[in-house]
Nanobody
């Protein structure tokens, strides 16, 4: 069994900052790509940022320069630092991880989601 547990969402004013965390636990052999996605009300889920096991990063154009993805492999945790937040960043943010389990089989896992609301 593998779980992804997210934390750090909440209500913030425009221009403010939040830091999301996502910790993976369970029968993990290794964690490959990790990422953050978001889904606003009435819209499809979209990619926010991804990071490889070698720390190569990729960002959606709408967040580039404002958001930073990072990971701590010793803690099996991925972070999303969000600065200069805008109302259009309001969404449920989901953590994603491609994990090789102890069985050496690969799986794609999702967190439960954390709400980020940017409003004055």
């Amino acid at each position: 069994q593998v779980q992804l547990v997210e934390s750090g969402g909440g209500l913030v004013q425009p221009g403010g900052s939040l830091r999301l965390s996502c910790a993976a636990s369970g029968s993990i052999f290794s964690i490959n790509d990790m990422g953050w996605y978001r889904q606003a009300a009435g819209k499809q889920r979209e990619l926010v940022a991804t990071i490889t096991s070698g720390n190569n990063t990729n960002y959606a154009g709408s967040v580039k320069g404002r958001f930073t993805i990072s990971r701590d492999n010793a803690k099996n945790t991925v972070y999303l630092q969000m600065n200069s937040l805008k109302p259009e960043d309001t969404a449920v943010y989901y953590c994603n991880a491609h994990i090789t389990r102890i069985s050496l089989r690969n799986y794609n896992y999702w967190g439960q989601g954390t709400q980020v609301t940017v409003s004055s």
